[in-house]
């Protein structure tokens, strides 16, 4: 039997499952874990000045190293890469965990971005192999899971190993997670099947434009936020070299034997539109999980654990929901109704945000962000499954790691613009504030409606059987 007719059975998919849900947890775990010990470490490694560079450095090289993994993984197979990952990153929290100086910090933590890009798209693309797209969206709760434990769980985990060890600690224990995530990922992704990839070559020029592309995207983002203070000069060369990059990739990848973005992926329209809706839920997702405790906290006067109280629901129902919309999708065997539904949730409840005041009940606030978890949570899981369903076998890795790539930049421009928005209410005052906050939820209802629209005019592919 080929690799294209294998059917697996349950047994067998939830043994590879099991292998990756812990590369999920370790992933997810570390873009969570660490806000709480930031002022730890700073004060510590006396480097105030720069301690956004500790967060920032890992979504750098995890955001540019997605795509070109999952182009590898298409050539050499998951499994291989899988472990490698594991070993990298691995490596990386050890030697976070003994830096001396921020610097070598921030250095560290950029290469453990590496194998934390390898860590996500690698499960992805693993259950992409072993499950039909029909069913895909069945064993998607599991991921949804791991995000979910890693949301809430990672800042209170963070939080009790600085106060009681040390902000080392956080790093310390990825050490026998990630030696259990080895053990097991070892043993199941065996019955992943093999990727011919014979005198296949990765396209390192491709991926080195790319590279510079998606880390001038990114800081472009974070100048434009007023990271650090915008410096005009430095956002004129920035946007130059993007530029530059930009069309060199696109060049480059138009004459490569093996692109690590084949063009072919985006002549395919439902994956190109599967692309954009990966980046609008993100960016209302990311906003969302910033803007209500922000709200509660400046606006209405509740306390950051009150407000994280708040927050809870909106994540509890984004994961329950993630469950249910993949089995919404194998029952009804495609997915745009679902995800038109989904967003349609989103556009309501940021609508209703946007109405929020000082005086609004904190239990109105909640009704509302779950009325956007709801709509996030449905339609996360049927975006994976939508992109993986229209592209090629050959291309699953890589329009995986595409798909991660736009839901990174989606996530960080929703960030960003969130704050920017706020950050221009907080300088006027009380009222400007409240306007802030209003004109920060109408954008990410604008966002939410133009999503549905692409939504509604997206082919509606059955969901493969095979």
Known sequence: MTTESRVYTHPEIIRVIGGITLCILLSALDQTIVAPAIPAMTADLQGFGDFSWIVSAYLLTSTAATPIIGKLSDIHGRRTLTLASIVLFTAASLLCAMSQTLAQLVA???LQGIGGAGLIGMAHAAIADVVSPRERGRYQVYMSGMWGIASIGGPVAGGLLTDHLSWRSIFWINLPLAAVAYRLSSRALLLLPRHGGSGARIDVPGAGLLTVAVVCCLMLIGQLNGHGGRDPALLAALALVFGASLALLIWQEHRA???VLPPRLFGNAVVVRGLILSFTNALIAFA??????????LAQG????????????????????SFSGGRLSRRLGRTRAIMSAAFACCTAGL??????TADTSPALTILYSLLIGAGIGLVQPNITVTIQNACERRDVGVATGAMLLSRSIGGSFGAALAGALVAQGMAGGAAALDTGFRIAFLACAVVAAISLGVTLTTRDLALRST
Request: hydrophobic share 55%; glycine share 8%.
């Open 351 to 356: 609508l209703l945000l946007a109405t929020v």
């Open 257 to 259: 034997a093996d692109p």
């Open 108 to 110: 560290f933590r950029a």
């Open 302 to 321: 509740i306390s950051a654990g009150g407000s994280g109280l708040v927050l809870t629901p909106y994540l509890l129902t984004f994961v329950a929901l």
């Open 288 to 297: 969302t999980t910033l803007l209500v405790p922000l709200h509660v906290q």
